[in-house]
């Protein structure tokens, strides 16, 4: 999933490998979204 860094929808995009647009807006700068809790691991 993406983020359209102008107007803020969400977008999926399965291949990457045309022009990367907003399919809402047309703006060409989209930022990857990270999962909202953080992966914790346990160190030795």
Do not use: D, F
Not at 5 to 27: D, T
Not at 30 to 43: C, H, I, M, Q
Request: aromatic share 6%.
């Amino acid at each position: 999933m993406y983020e359209c860094l102008n107007c803020g929808k969400e977008v999926e995009i399965e291949q990457v490998r045309e022009r990367v647009r907003c399919p809402y807006c047309g703006y060409r700068i989209l930022r990857k979204t990270r999962p909202e809790s953080p992966v914790t691991v346990e160190a030795r």
